[in-house]
């Protein structure tokens, strides 16, 4: 059984790899600009700069985390080995999803299905064979929850502290290379001590290495920077993709008279002359200071306040732009293309379909996936859409797929029990095995 399910899932694996790998570079044969979406400027100057000065200096360093600019740096930016590294690294995610999915208490056949669905989605593909951090960031945040249940799971207490360290080694990965899952840890400890509190001390071993380790990048950036922050990009990104779309919707301004407006603004909180302010201005508060930062959250605050109902509706708006569930738009005439609609149908199905799974898993006090992916995917979902309602490509949603994906397989299986019980007028079978050890 287990060498037929072993090589099921080398199977799906070796399918993730070759999808990723033709899709990657063909696309980049096409020109740079179909595999980046303009931020890899940023990871190759400091790439460049790591390779002439062999520090992290550079401001960019304020904003983007080191890791990735040290993979480019890695392979001297040459981005046809960058492509092949992150297919390789993106085709992993198949068989983490694989054995996370087993973890929960799930058979091999929805395990396999969340596999598949990992291995093929087309975003999940594009964005793990692309010119960016996201497949790293990704395998090491799912190899960080495979290690997290284990230690909840395993019975040997030795064990249990080396899962610990991997999944702190992991968490950090992951961090390093996009700043996403930067406190996911808070949620994640409180579950698992009601899953096993037993497991305390190796869960504080991995807060602390966690802690420690994303400690070490403040205190760079505290000392070369003067800003005690691990990325400043969050209030940059809630001001300019969020404050922005609210205040645009709500007033009769363009979108670039508000980012001046905005601009003047923070300006005049800063003790500076607004009268200076262009269309540049904005770049420079990018890699921010401390005061920067907080000038630019009190005028999105203050926009936030002042047109609350606007503010409210940018959610469920940005819900349906982060998960793709219509063609972009405006222009409106794009709703007209039918090109855009297989994958809007892909992202309802699956969504869809992981809304049965996730009402079945609570009908079968199914918990441990119930709890998993609601905790996930509200973790990456609240995030991105407190963060940014405009400027949504199907990019941030991809991380949270790697979690649905197991609640639309086990939907998914749901269904087609119930199908083939009408049809063969036989019971439902279960899709679980007994919790191992």
Same mark, same amino acid.
């Given at each position: 059984?287990?060498?037929?399910?072993?090589?099921?899932?080398?199977?799906?694996?070796?399918?993730?790899?070759?999808?990723?790998?033709?899709?990657?570079?063909?696309?980049?044969?096409?020109?740079?600009?179909?595999?980046?979406?303009?931020?890899?400027?940023?990871?190759?100057?400091?790439?460049?700069?790591?390779?002439?000065?062999?520090?992290?200096?550079?401001?960019?360093?304020?904003?983007?985390?080191?890791?990735?600019?040290?993979?480019?740096?890695?392979?001297?930016?040459?981005?046809?080995?960058?492509?092949?590294?992150?297919?390789?690294?993106?085709?992993?995610?198949?068989?983490?999803?694989?054995?996370?999915?087993?973890?929960?208490?799930?058979?091999?056949?929805?395990?396999?299905?969340?596999?598949?669905?990992?291995?093929?989605?087309?975003?999940?593909?594009?964005?793990?064979?692309?010119?960016?951090?996201?497949?790293?960031?990704?395998?090491?945040?799912?190899?960080?929850?495979?290690?997290?249940?284990?230690?909840?799971?395993?019975?040997?207490? !030795?064990?249990?502290?080396?899962?610990?360290?991997?999944?702190?080694?992991?968490?950090?990965?992951?961090?390093?290379?996009?700043?996403?899952?930067?406190?996911?840890?808070?949620?994640?400890?409180? %579950?698992?001590?009601?899953?096993? %509190?037993?497991?305390?001390?190796?869960?504080?071993?991995?807060?602390?290495?966690?802690?420690?380790?994303?400690?070490?990048?403040?205190?760079? /950036?505290?000392?070369?920077?003067? /800003?005690?922050?691990?990325?400043?990009?969050?209030?940059?990104?809630?001001?300019?993709?969020?404050?922005?779309?609210?205040?645009?919707?709500?007033?009769?301004?363009?979108?670039?008279?508000?980012? &001046?407006?905005?601009?003047?603004?923070?300006?005049?909180?800063?003790?500076?002359?607004?009268?200076?302010?262009?269309?540049?201005?904005?770049?420079?508060?990018?890699?921010?200071?401390? *005061?920067? *930062?907080?000038?630019?959250?009190?005028?999105?605050?203050?926009?936030?306040?002042?047109?609350?109902?606007?503010?409210?509706?940018?959610?469920?708006?940005?819900?349906?732009?982060?998960?793709?569930?219509?063609? +972009?738009?405006?222009?409106?005439?794009?709703?007209?293309?039918?090109?855009?609609?297989?994958?809007?149908? %892909?992202?309802? &199905?699956?969504?869809?379909?992981?809304?049965?799974?996730?009402?079945?898993?609570?009908?079968?006090?199914? %918990?441990?996936?119930?709890?998993?992916?609601?905790?996930?995917?509200?973790?990456?979902?609240?995030?991105?859409?407190?963060?940014?309602?405009?400027?949504?490509?199907?990019?941030?949603?991809?991380?949270?797929?790697?979690?649905?994906?197991?609640?639309?397989?086990?939907?998914?299986?749901?269904? !087609?029990?119930?199908?083939?019980?009408?049809?063969?007028?036989?019971?439902?079978?279960?899709?679980?095995?007994?919790? +191992? +050890?």
């Amino acid at each position: 059984m287990w060498r037929k399910a072993g090589f099921q899932i080398l199977l799906v694996t070796f399918l993730a790899l070759g999808i990723r790998l033709v899709w990657g570079l063909s696309q980049l044969a096409q020109g740079v600009e179909f595999v980046d979406e303009g931020d890899y400027a940023l990871y190759r100057i400091g790439a460049e700069h790591i390779l002439a000065e062999g520090d992290f200096t550079n401001s960019l360093f304020l904003v983007r985390p080191p890791a990735f600019p040290l993979v480019v740096a890695f392979f001297k930016l040459n981005n046809q080995s960058i492509i092949i590294f992150n297919a390789l690294l993106g085709a992993l995610l198949t068989p983490l999803s694989y054995i996370l999915t087993r973890q929960l208490q799930l058979s091999h056949r929805v395990a396999l299905l969340a596999g598949g669905i990992v291995a093929l989605d087309p975003l999940t593909v594009r964005y793990t064979a692309f010119l960016g951090p996201e497949a790293m960031a990704f395998v090491s945040a799912l190899a960080m929850m495979v290690c997290l249940l284990a230690v909840v799971q395993v019975r040997s207490t !030795g064990w249990a502290v080396v899962w610990s360290v991997s999944a702190a080694l992991m968490l950090l990965l992951s961090v390093y290379s996009r700043p996403s899952i930067y406190i996911i840890w808070v949620g994640l400890v409180a %579950w698992l001590l009601f899953v096993n %509190w037993r497991r305390w001390p190796m869960l504080l071993i991995y807060v602390l290495i966690s802690l420690a380790g994303m400690q070490v990048w403040v205190e760079h /950036n505290a000392r070369v920077f003067g /800003n005690p922050t691990f990325s400043s990009v969050g209030a940059y990104t809630i001001t300019y993709y969020h404050a922005v779309a609210v205040a645009n919707q709500a007033t009769d301004m363009s979108v670039r008279e508000v980012e &001046l407006d905005i601009a003047r603004r923070v300006e005049e909180k800063l003790g500076r002359d607004p009268s200076l302010v262009n269309e540049d201005t904005k770049h420079g508060y990018l890699a921010a200071s401390p *005061e920067v *930062e907080r000038a630019l959250q009190s005028v999105s605050f203050e926009i936030f306040r002042t047109y609350p109902l606007t503010f409210l509706l940018t959610f469920p708006i940005g819900f349906i732009r982060l998960y793709h569930l219509l063609p +972009s738009v405006p222009p409106f005439s794009e709703l007209l293309q039918l090109r855009h609609y297989p994958l809007v149908l %892909w992202n309802w &199905l699956v969504l869809l379909l992981g809304i049965v799974g996730m009402f079945q898993a609570a009908r079968r006090r199914q %918990w441990m996936l119930f709890w998993c992916v609601l905790l996930l995917f509200g973790h990456f979902t609240a995030g991105t859409l407190i963060s940014k309602s405009a400027g949504l490509s199907g990019r941030e949603r991809t991380i949270a797929y790697l979690y649905i994906a197991i609640a639309t397989a086990y939907g998914a299986a749901h269904a !087609g029990t119930i199908l083939a019980r009408r049809v063969r007028n036989q019971p439902a079978i279960s899709h679980t095995h007994p919790a +191992s +050890s």
